[in-house]
Each structure stands twice: as C-alpha cells, then as structure tokens.
C-alpha cells in the first residue's frame, strides 16, 4: 500500500469548476506525471498505476468535469476539459509535465499539447486516438442514452472495456465498473460524447514534437490496434505498443504491463526537464 502524500482538501475549483482530484508529491525533483481518464470513468482506474509509481514520480489524478466528484458544468467540447487540465497544472505550478491520457483522456492531452506545447515534456496516448468514431455512432449512443440511460448501452461498452477472460474471472470488479460507468452524471457523459465526436486532432498530431508513446490493448474494440496505430504513425518518432490480454483500459486489466512500458519511456527522456511538485 503507497502512503498518500496528497492536498489534504481534494477539491479545487479552477474557473468555476470544482474539480476531483489526487496529488500525491515525489521527493526531489522527480518528474510529474497527469493521468487523464476515459468517457464513463473516474480517476479511480488509475490506483494501480499510481500505487505502483508512488515515490517514483509526482502523480496528479483528477475526475474530468462532468465525472467522479468533480462538476459538471458546460461541456461544449474538448476545449472545455482542457481549460480545467490547464488550470489544474497553473494551480499546482508545474513547469513540465508528462501526460497520460486515457481515450478520451488522450484527445484532451493532444489538445493542452497543441494549446501550451511548452509545458508538455512528453505525452503516453492510451487506446486512444486523433478521431474517434463517427457523428453516426456518436450520436446513436447520445440518442440512446438520452432516451433509456447510460445503464441501456453500459453491457456493450464493458464488452470493449475488458477482454472475455476479464468478464469471466473477474466479476466483482466487472460489476463495479458497470457501477462507476451506470452512476457517472448523464449530461457529463452526453456533453463529452458530443465532444469527442465533434474532436479531431488529425493535423495537429502531425505538429507533435515530444516524445509520444501510443499504447494500445490487444482486444480493444473502441479503438482497436490499427487505428492507434495510425496515430503513432501521424506523429513524428512516436512509439507503438500492443499490451496483451487487455481491452480498452489496460490500466486496469494489466497494470504491470503498463506500469512497465510507463517507467520504461520515462527512463528515457532527456535528464533535467524534471519539475518540482
């Protein structure tokens, strides 16, 4: 168990929003690291990550607005998630960040990364992408769960969470992620499904001049392989990975996989970018 070296409040409001959120400090100078989650999600998909990088790394977890403890307020588009990451970074007086995004977590590190490119020391993109979906599918699911509720689609979209094996043998934590997905605010998840349909970072990737690693699981069927791929190979050096024997949120299905390609690529940066926090 990592010992919490956290705010001792867990809110912040920034712009108007108030805003979830873990800092858990590194001694020294140690890099800073922002983890970013999914649509449907809150941060708490990244306690084995965080677990395993305490000590190692500054770590900043927060639930985007509209999700977790965080509010809700007026999701237009991406911009809107990536005035509270900016905000959140001001707040903490990070000078240089690594960003690890999550789906759309991902899309919000591309749009921080093309908004404050000087800050951003480097980015991880997991199972994400530069377009994700189409307006068809997007607002097919909007439709739907404006009709019926998240709990009408949430059996389909744990199908591309997790992998067959998941769905077998572990069965308590499937219930509990159907749970954090079915109890996340409709209009936060309405507001950010319209936001990544209407996203696309197609030629802002190719403006990408960190050093980026595109992970990806094998079994993803929200943003399968080949279209990470097709990130990775928008922009300049990055790096592709597959995890196997995970879904769509590796951080929660094969952590150790992660945790490992994460301190790898962190191993590999230039020395002295490192800031304090």
Known sequence: MWRWRIEIVPFVTIGGITLHHR?????????????????????????????ALDGEMSLLVYDKRGHGLSDIGDIRSIDDHVDDLSGLI???????????GLSVGGMIAQGLYARRPEIVEAMILCDTAHKIGTNESWNTRIAVVERKGIQAIADGVLKVWFTPAFHTARVAE???YWNMMTRQALAGYIGTCAAVRDADFTESARR????TLCVVGDHDGSTPPDLVRSLAALIPGARFEIIRDAGHIPCVEQPQALVALIREFVASLAPGAQTHG
């Open 23 to 51: 800092h858990i400090k590194a001694t020294g100078n140690a890099r800073a690291i922002i983890f970013i989650n999914s649509l449907g999600t809150d941060f708490r998909i990244w306690d084995d990550i965080v677990a």
């Open 174 to 176: 499937l219930d509990g």
């Open 208 to 211: 990408i001049a960190v050093p």
């Open 90 to 100: 001001d707040h903490f007086g990070l000078e240089k960040i690594v960003l690890c």
